[in-house]
């Protein structure tokens, strides 16, 4: 059974540019969360979505947007990149069932911002 | 809102001891109090979690206990190995559904 899936590992922007990150979950998780970690303010909770609809949001700018296609795959997009948006990007997908749920997290995806 | 407060942020251990990690939340709504355990290049992953109806869980080496009175739960690792070295994270979930993770504990293990 293939884990969740994202791309790109790496990634080099600069400032004003956006970016597109890429979630592919594991079969039959309809659920995808995305996180944003770094070193200062550790794991934060973007947003998440679950039949292509945001089911909750974090306390984030709306220069972080995302969405989910109907086959669960999920992305999520930074738009007029900062310095402090230098981070690695997390997916987690989970089964379709609200409340607790057993997140299952991709090996994310490093953007680092010049 | 909701916080969750992780301590110590950083624990080394002798191999073969035991470390203890302890989280503790402000009024919160959840339920479900899972840990993570992040290595080096990875995603973070599940290693143990605990429902408010039980007081204590163990699976091998690992275990946590929650006590939802004083608003604290603890992982607790026995007879550490140096496959354990890591950050591992404590999450709690708020009346809205939100996820919340504490700011992790990096855990040496020394040889």
């Known amino acids: 059974k293939a884990g969740v899936t994202q791309t790109p590992r790496y990634l080099i922007k600069t400032r004003g540019q956006q970016v597109t990150l890429s979630c592919s979950p594991i079969?039959?998780?309809?659920?995808v969360s995305w996180y944003q970690q770094t070193p200062g303010q550790g794991l934060q909770f973007l947003f998440e979505y679950f039949s292509e609809t945001q089911r909750n949001k974090g306390n984030f700018p709306g220069r972080f947007s995302g969405r989910q296609f109907s086959n669960s795959r999920s992305e999520m997009n930074v738009s007029t990149l900062e310095l402090g948006d230098s981070a690695l990007y997390l997916c987690a997908s989970s089964l379709p069932s609200s409340g607790a749920n057993v997140l299952t997290f991709g090996a994310g995806s490093r953007l680092t911002v010049l | 809102g909701e916080n969750v407060e992780q301590h110590p942020s950083t624990l080394s251990v002798q191999e073969g001891d035991s470390a203890v990690i302890k989280c503790t939340y402000s009024d919160s709504a959840s339920n479900y109090f899972p840990w993570y355990k992040q290595e080096l290049g990875k995603g973070p992953q599940l290693i143990i979690d605990?429902?408010?109806?039980?007081g204590e869980k163990k699976d091998q080496r690992i275990a946590v206990t929650l006590n939802k009175t004083a608003k604290h739960f603890s992982l607790h690792i026995t007879e550490t190995q140096p496959e354990d070295s890591a950050v591992y994270f404590c999450v709690i979930m708020n009346r809205d559904d939100k996820i919340i993770f504490g700011k992790g504990t990096r855990l040496h293990i020394l040889p």
């Open positions: 605990i429902r408010s109806n039980v």
């Open positions: 079969s039959g998780h309809r659920s």
